[in-house]
């Protein structure tokens, strides 16, 4: 069910305080649908609505994309700095598609718990973010399975595997 | 005795796109999983209940605010202080009846409507913003103060202001804000 947007404008910008009303958010989503797998597929679902909305509020110049690698440096650099206020702390890859982005301070998980606690309850929290990642993949042309993974708390590791058509 | 020095904590701001596009993504899919609007109104509000009665307790560490002696003060301190930290604008505030217990609060400008031009199709009683009359209900309720809180006009159904209204129902309990157990 789409609503109408308004045509893009010029850089995002801050507001304040918004943090815990956004965790609180993200933790009152948990309590859709029944069974674990199909919320996961929601809120997977809505965080790729939300990555495509963002790429197209990126600067345009930002679009002309070199390599594959470029974009996904963009991910890590660009994308993390506008949605967490951090880089993405490693960024590897196999050079034949698939990329492993590791946070070692995910902002979502950083106020659970440190350590294998809880380790359980993370996937919920990481499912938004790789439909946003993903989202955003999209709206840059590029088509993506993208999974997490938790070892401990707080870290968090993405793979993205491109998707060749 | 002197005044403690009051610490502005470092508090972590969120990106205001991802939050009101997230918040946009919630209510779309509220909307596939409930037909009636008045089952999505009603989703938004009790999850907006279980974020106020929780939020209420940030909001209370990083205001500072004083002991309220009256509703009026109470929704002034929603308007300036609450709004104003969590959402970025200041609502201003009218009192509509003499015993002074209805308020509203009117919103020139809503932030989480910025990227809604108008209601989907078929959705003409949707409370888009509903989530946050559950917040400030909540909230209330854990300082002890039972009210009504619902839209009383929206620009999304045409009217030209947004305006929230806050019905205080129980007298004031005389003594300080206490924790609820």
């Keep these: ?165 | 005795m002197s005044r403690p020095a009051h610490r502005r904590p470092e508090y972590h701001k969120i990106n205001k796109d991802l939050f009101v596009l997230t918040y946009g993504a919630l209510v779309a899919q509220l909307c596939k999983d409930y037909e009636k609007d008045e089952d999505v109104n009603k989703y938004l509000d009790k999850m907006g209940y279980g974020i106020g009665t929780r939020l209420v307790e940030d909001f209370l560490a990083r205001s500072c605010v004083r002991r309220c002696h009256s509703y009026s003060e109470i929704t002034d301190i929603i308007a300036q202080v609450a709004f104003k930290m969590y959402l970025g604008i200041t609502p201003s505030v009218t009192c509509n009846n003499p015993s002074r217990t209805e308020f509203s609060l009117i919103l020139d400008k809503n932030p989480l409507v910025e990227f809604v031009e108008e209601l989907p199709a078929g959705r003409s009683s949707l409370c888009y913003c509903n989530l946050l009359c559950g917040i400030i209900r909540g909230a209330l309720e854990m300082v002890h103060l039972a009210a009504d809180v619902t839209f009383l006009q929206d620009t999304l159904k045409g009217d030209r202001v947004t305006e929230i209204g806050i019905t205080f129902l129980k007298k004031l309990d005389e003594k300080k804000y206490r924790r609820k157990k």
């Design chain 1, 1 to 165: 069910m789409p609503l109408h947007t308004k045509k893009p404008r010029s850089p995002t910008s801050v507001s304040p305080g918004g943090s815990p009303g956004a965790i609180l958010l993200g933790q009152t989503c948990l309590h859709q649908g029944p069974g674990q797998k199909t919320s996961l597929s929601v809120l997977e679902g809505m965080g790729f609505r939300v990555g495509q909305a963002l790429g197209e509020r990126l600067p345009q110049e930002t679009l002309a994309f070199r390599e594959e690698l470029d974009v996904l440096k963009f991910l890590c650099k660009d994308l993390w700095v506008a949605v967490f206020q951090k880089q993405m702390d490693s960024l590897r890859t196999n050079h034949q598609g698939t990329y492993v982005l590791q946070d070692n301070s995910f902002p979502l998980l950083i106020r659970m718990a440190s350590g294998p606690q809880y380790l359980e309850e993370a996937p919920k929290f990481l499912a938004f973010t790789c439909g946003l990642l993903r989202g955003t993949l999209s709206t840059l042309g590029i088509k993506s399975l993208v999974t997490a993974s938790v070892a401990s708390l707080p870290t968090c590791k993405f793979q993205v595997v491109i998707q060749k058509t």
